[in-house]
């Protein structure tokens, strides 16, 4: 058995297919004299021929997907166009006298560098969309026909590969590849993304995969718990393939329930929101049933820019973000730069120890105005357009440390307000709410709450700042658990001060999509859970089973529980006797 990430949820059991070259490997550049010019004219061929495949692609997407899916590629097309990209090729060819994939491989190696400095998994997750582009021009360039693409295999089987770019799983067919494994890869990556639009059981992240798997070894795949069972016994292979059964029974009863209202067992209305990275992301939440967008993360935009994004480019992804959005209903974060994801053109003069507890988020901003301001008119001047469309835009600052720099956040949007309205530009006043994540903030929430609107909990620093230990170090991962004792006391505290003053509150992060999680938050008095697209239709079915009378019981019972084995064991003890098939609603 190996342990990895549960990228897609499902059971699948079937036949391994290794495929450690399954696509064609990038060409090595070549020596000797370049004609630049030629050069030029084989790039800009080839990249024109990789758009007509990205069209072709996303056409067979939304066969097979559905349109928000599909919009993945539009990101892939947006990188094949962009400038920087092509400046970078081109001053190869033109400057360093590379061949055309000599200069797209120096791209990649420049584009790896750069990304391999974050530790946000999303982020890092990016420049597999980067790769899959920059391969698929390289194909052209050796006049290869990028039909590889097409896993042709005769029978239904457990693709394992080292890693899996999203072009190439819209390309499995799904009937035939019944799970995937993978080395590389996270949740977040599209790819995935792509996977639980297929309905195609997920694990990534397994590092020896390739090494004690072959071809034609029975495997299970259980994309709930991120397990991978090699070579399983007869027993063991007969209850994972009812459990195959059984899921895709459940699957499609999820699809059944997707349009229905957000409610408790006694009718009471919840709000399932999505977080997201990007218009696509916001046009799946649609399509997954969210009644708006809890958190659009900002950063992506910089982190992918050569240079400090513009006002006006800003305002047109924001309007895009909220045209695509259910209900138009979006809340921004503004700008969550610094810890691991650092930019070029930041200028740093020191190295820090620990960044993730130190210049970074809203801290960086105030030193660097150039950031935040122009964000901050950007946001305003979009929720005017929200406005038009019946929808609404709120504003959230991360790393919210102390009741001075919501004071001082304050008085720098009345700024960008007096510079809007001089302009005469039209804007709209949004709500103005902090992202608790420090214990400091928690624990002084009553005299933070006379100057928000409103409060969104990001569960996933929360617990690691509470509990000291680094939720990517494996050595300590394991105190990051968000069902601890002192974490649910503090969530209890925050949750009830919220409430009582009248103000809003929402939980972001990985709590919000965990059924486990759910029970307890809900009897904490919240209704308002943001999440990830994919789980909105598992939380959905699972909030019918559950009354508020019932989750306030089982929220005072684990409120007097003194360890984490403790809260868990009676957990699941309980949810599986009040909800039935307790175990398919576990999604990792």
């Known amino acids: 058995m190996r342990k990895g990430v549960a990228v897609s949820p499902g059971i699948a059991v079937g036949t391994a297919y290794c495929a450690n070259k399954l696509f064609l490997p990038p060409a090595s550049p ?164 792509v996977a639980r639009g297929l309905g195609i059981p997920a694990v990534s992240g397994i590092e020896d995969i390739l090494e004690v798997v072959k071809t034609g070894d029975h495997l299970v795949v259980d994309g709930r718990e991120g397990l991978v069972i090699i070579d399983p016994d007869a027993e063991a292979q007969a209850a994972y393939l009812k459990l195959e059964r059984e899921f895709f029974d459940f699957k499609d009863h999820l699809v059944e329930n997707r349009d229905l209202p957000a409610e408790t067992a006694d009718g009471v209305s919840i ?51 909220i045209k695509a959005a259910p209900d138009h209903r979006v809340t921004i974060r503004s700008i969550d730069l610094g810890g691991d994801k650092t930019l070029p053109f930041l ?25 935040l301001q122009p964000q901050l008119r950007a946001v305003m001047r979009a929720a005017a357009v929200a406005r038009e469309l019946g929808g609404d835009v709120r504003l959230m600052f991360p790393m919210i440390t102390t009741l001075e720099e919501i004071i001082e956040v304050k008085r720098v949007v009345r700024e960008a307000q007096a510079q809007l309205d001089a302009e005469q530009k039209p804007y709209a006043r949004v709500p103005l709410g902090m992202m608790l994540e420090v214990p400091a903030a928690a624990i002084s929430i009553d005299l933070m709450l006379e100057e928000v609107d409103f409060v969104s909990i990001g569960s996933n620093d929360l617990v690691q700042y509470l509990m000291a230990a680094d939720r990517d170090n494996p050595k300590v991962a394991h105190l990051c658990q968000p069902l601890a004792p002192p974490v649910l006391q503090i969530l209890k505290n925050v949750i009830r001060a919220c409430l009582d003053a009248g103000k809003p509150v929402t939980l972001c992060g990985e709590m919000a999509g965990h059924t486990m999680s759910y029970a307890v938050l ?40 003194r360890t984490i084995r403790e809260v868990r064991t009676y957990l699941a003890d309980e949810l599986a006797r009040l909800v039935p098939d307790f175990e398919k609603f576990k999604i990792s």
Not at 348 to 356: A, G, L, T, W, Y
């Open 30 to 193: 070549s020596a000797g004299e370049v004609d630049i010019q030629a050069e030029l004219s084989r790039y800009e061929a080839a990249r024109w021929r990789a758009e007509e495949d990205l069209i072709a692609i996303q056409q067979k997407a939304e066969q097979q997907l559905s349109p928000s899916d599909a919009a993945i590629f539009d990101v892939h097309r947006a990188i094949l166009c962009d400038a920087s990209l092509i400046d970078r090729v081109h001053e190869g060819i033109i400057r360093h006298e590379m061949t055309a994939q000599g200069a797209l491989h120096h791209s990649l190696e420049v584009y790896s560098e750069a990304f391999s400095k974050f530790n946000d998994s999303y982020l890092r997750e990016r420049l597999t969309d980067i790769r899959d582009v920059i391969q698929r021009v390289e194909r052209h360039l050796q006049n290869d026909s990028v039909e590889a693409d097409e896993v042709l295999l005769a029978n239904p089987v457990i693709l394992v590969v080292d890693e899996l770019l999203p072009s190439q799983v819209v390309g499995i067919d799904a009937l035939k590849v019944r799970g995937i494994v993978t080395r590389c890869g996270s949740e977040t990556s599209h790819a995935a993304i």
């Open 271 to 321: 709000e399932l929101l999505a977080n997201v990275n990007s218009v696509s992301d916001a046009e799946a939440a649609g399509a997954m049933g969210a009644t708006g967008i809890g958190l659009f993360r900002t950063e992506y935009l910089y982190l992918t820019h050569p240079t400090v994004p513009g006002e006006e480019e800003q305002v047109q992804l924001y309007i895009d973000v």
């Open 347 to 371: 200028n740093r003069r020191h190295r820090e120890s620990n960044p993730f507890m130190g210049w970074r988020s809203i801290r960086l901003c105030f030193e660097h105005p150039n950031f």
């Open 522 to 561: 809900l009897g904490m008095g919240l209704r308002s859970f943001s999440m990830s697209p994919a789980l909105i239709p598992y939380i959905k079915e699972f909030a019918r089973h559950l009354s508020i009378a019932t989750a306030e019981s089982i929220a005072q019972q684990v409120l007097t529980l």
